[in-house]
């Protein structure tokens, strides 16, 4: 950790309970929440890149890349407002409903959420499947949109709360390996039906169905989790749930944590209000630059816009939906490292090897197209070329999938008290969401006028954030999500933000209230 300790706060309590069937299986169900998130980031890139759905809907862009006598640069051609708002306009719909998933998932408990999120993401996949003209096609959108804002809302939550802290890591990551399966599921579906004759592309849309229903039915049979069931007050049923998820009846010591943390987040009556204040300031400003940060790796880029950008570096139709399968098959590969290590490493240490290891890959790809394609955007890639741009992408990818892919949604759920988690959650899911949308509006435009310097203003960010890592997360990795404040309490910079009565017994108590 950057700087040395402030404060002695006494050891790091540690929990009876490891990884039991019941709770292997809950996290399993819960984490195919990622899937929905995943297939639409996969599906949109590879249907955009079709010449029916693109004559259809977007006949400009189809005109402009089939004109042989057109001189328009390389980087250009996809440059449509149209067909952009197309891709974004779910992650407007998932920013505004992260918000009314947050008053949901804390009133009415996680796996209501989670049900929400499957449900409208099924309406909306089965709109777009069905789509004649462009606004059926954005109403679908907006409601695919909807359930991805519940479902990320709820997902990262509900496995950090199920988790022991020991596993928490591992098992919350299975959110993000379920987006990764999404994406090269996606990209498989789009390569089989980019072969049929016609209406391929409504076969990408409608096939979402099946992970909203894979959500939808899992979400049934879910329990909710002890600080949920606490949370709303059945303290019982909470007791006899964490009997069951620790696989031991030994568990008062953390359940009087959690009846603790419980007590203090019914005090609190204004979450929103009450993140703003100064001890909250660590996991506030956490849960807005960490999402900021993974959204301007460029991640996106490559997955909403694979084919696309394959095929703008002169891979043909085939071949550049043969590349997002290589990209989205590292992808689900490197996650497995990160869910195997990340609770014996750490969270730093993979967040700033990824980083590095994502600068490097990024800064030889904008050389690369540069060299190649220069700054009016005409030239063309050999093939030993464009394998090597397609190898550093995946090694891009790969890094990206073991630091900040899964640790983007790792780190901010399993940081903030629970009386203000809902609230955290739903700034995280925002913030990711509004980004998201930031970039997937202006990629393509940023590609035309920035050229191969796209990849190097990416590769600066990965600078920036990769040094914030370093100076100012500490490291989270086996501690109990109700002891998280001693964490802050010991780093040199965060330690003036806590309070010493927040340390009691690892809970946030209010201003002047003590447990002897």
Not at 71 to 84: G, H, I, P, R
Not at 370 to 376: H, M, P, R, S, Y
Not at 445 to 462: N, P, T
Request: proline share 4%; charged share 15%; net charge positive.
């Amino acid at each position: 950790m950057a700087g040395g300790a402030v404060v002695s706060t006494g050891p790091i309590k540690n929990y009876n309970g490891g990884m039991t069937t019941f709770v292997f299986v809950t996290c399993f169900v819960a984490a195919t929440g990622g899937l929905i998130f995943g297939y639409d980031l996969g599906i949109s890139g590879g249907v955009t890149s079709m010449n029916e759905f693109l004559e259809k809907f977007f006949p400009s862009v189809y005109k402009k890349m089939n004109d042989g006598s057109s001189k328009e640069s390389q980087y250009c051609k996809f440059d449509s407002e149209l067909l952009t708002s197309f891709t974004s306009s779910l992650y407007v719909a998932a920013l505004v409903a992260s918000f009314f998933a947050s008053a949901i998932t804390r009133v009415f408990g996680r796996k209501i959420s989670i049900l929400i999120g499957g449900i409208v993401f099924l309406v909306g996949s089965i709109v777009n499947g069905l789509a004649q003209n462009v606004a059926m096609l954005i109403i679908g959108r907006l409601l695919l949109g909807v359930g991805v804002g519940f479902g990320n809302q709820s997902v990262p939550v509900y496995l950090s709360e199920m988790a022991p802290a020991k596993l928490r890591g591992g098992l919350n990551m299975g959110f993000q390996l379920a987006i990764t399966i999404g994406i090269l599921v996606a990209n498989l579906v789009n390569y089989g039906t980019a072969q049929m004759k016609s209406n391929g592309w409504r076969w990408s849309l409608a096939i979402a169905a099946v992970p909203a229903i894979i959500m939808t039915v899992g979400s049934l049979l879910l329990p909710d989790t002890p600080n949920s069931l606490l949370e709303r007050g059945h303290m019982e049923k909470a007791k006899s749930m964490l009997q069951k998820v620790r696989g031991t009846s030994d568990v008062d010591e953390e359940f009087q944590d959690l009846m603790d943390a419980s007590e203090q987040s019914k005090l609190v009556e204004h979450p929103w209000r009450n993140i703003i204040q100064p001890r909250y300031r660590p996991q506030l400003v956490m849960a807005i630059l960490i999402p900021f940060f993974q959204q301007l790796t460029g991640i996106n880029v490559i997955m909403f816009y694979a084919p696309v950008l394959f095929k703008t570096l002169g891979f043909g139709d085939n071949a550049s939906l043969m590349s997002a399968v290589i990209s989205g098959l590292v992808n689900v590969v490197a996650t497995f490292v990160s869910i195997f290590s990340v609770d014996k490493v750490g969270r730093r240490f993979l967040f700033l090897q990824g980083g590095i290891q994502m600068i490097i890959c990024q800064i030889i790809v904008g050389v690369v197209i540069g060299l190649k394609f220069g700054i009016n955007g005409e030239g063309s890639l050999s093939k030993g070329y464009a394998n090597l741009v397609l190898i550093l992408i995946c090694i891009y990818v790969a890094a990206f999938a073991w630091s900040w892919g899964p640790l983007g949604w790792l780190v901010p759920s399993e940081i903030f008290p629970l009386e203000i988690r809902s609230a955290g959650q739903a700034i995280n899911v925002s913030v990711n969401m509004f980004f998201t949308f930031i970039i997937a509006q202006v990629f393509l435009a940023m590609l035309c006028h920035m050229k191969f310097g796209l990849f190097l203003f990416f590769a600066a960010w990965e600078i920036v954030m990769t040094i914030f890592i370093y100076f100012f997360l500490p490291e989270t990795k086996n501690v109990p999500i109700e002891e998280m404040n001693r964490v802050w309490k010991q780093h040199w910079f965060w330690s003036k933000y806590i309070p010493d009565e927040a340390i009691t017994g690892g809970i946030q108590l209010p201003a002047g209230k003590t447990v002897a």
